[in-house]
């Protein structure tokens, strides 16, 4: 019962370094997020997938890049990493349906960009 | 629908009551939620309230919502050291787009 899983836990970069965080979710979600937690920020939506094939930009999109793989996957990319993206960054799922449409939040990954 | 307000910090003795409260501005927002974060970790799902709700009550957690003034709150009864965490708020906009506040971090003081 892994619920949503996030790989890798830590990463630090050189600033122009390129990565892709990962995440999967076992719980037939329709719909996935990438969010970005700030101190004193609270969570800033990045991109989001509404159902499998549609991805759409959040609040603060810039600099970030995502593909939603199949119905489990959605990853988001780093094209050229910058110090204002150290920050830690969680990936959730939810049903994306009617109703209360509840998050499942992934741990989280500690992005630090020297 | 993506302003969410709450106080940074709220501190308490344990064993009184914790109040949190949070302000939003959408007003077709259909439900709002409680999440709690504890360090290190990722947010989880304390409770939720529908927008045609005034109150729902969980256990130690009661949810007030005031929908006149788009405030909302979250009452913690006999808390607990167990309880230190930051508490987040969320609204829920057009189905599937969250928006959540900067959080609150409450401090359970033995």
């Known amino acids: 019962n892994a619920g949503v899983t996030q790989t890798p836990k830590f990463q630090v970069l050189k600033t122009g370094q390129s990565m892709t965080l990962q995440c999967a979710q076992d719980?037939?979600?329709?719909?996935m997020y990438w969010y970005r937690q700030d101190p004193g920020m609270g969570l800033r939506l990045i991109y989001y997938?509404?159902?499998?094939?549609?991805?759409d930009k959040g609040e603060v999109p810039n600099g970030y890049n995502v593909s939603r793989l199949n119905k489990r996957e959605f990853s988001l990319r780093l094209e050229s990493a910058a110090p204002s993206q150290t920050s830690v960054y969680f990936c959730a799922s939810s049903e994306g349906l009617s109703g209360a449409n509840v998050l499942t939040f992934g741990a989280g990954s500690r992005l630090t960009v020297l | 629908g993506e302003d969410v307000e709450q106080s940074l910090f709220l501190s308490v003795r344990e064993g009184d009551s914790s109040v949190i409260n949070c302000t939003y501005t959408d007003s077709s927002s259909t439900y709002l939620y409680w999440y709690k974060q504890e360090p290190g970790a990722g947010l989880q799902l304390l409770t939720y309230?529908?927008?045609?709700?005034d109150m729902k009550q969980d256990q130690r957690l009661t949810v007030l919502l005031n929908k006149k003034d788009k405030h909302l709150s979250l009452r913690i009864a006999d808390t607990q050291t167990g309880d230190s965490a930051i508490y987040f708020c969320?609204?829920?906009?057009?189905?599937?787009?969250?928006?959540f506040g900067s959080g609150t971090k409450l401090n359970v003081k033995p």
């Open positions: 997938s509404a159902s499998e094939g549609t991805t």
């Open positions: 309230i529908f927008s045609n709700m």
């Open positions: 719980m037939n979600h329709n719909s």
């Open positions: 969320a609204e829920l906009y057009n189905f599937n787009k969250f928006y």
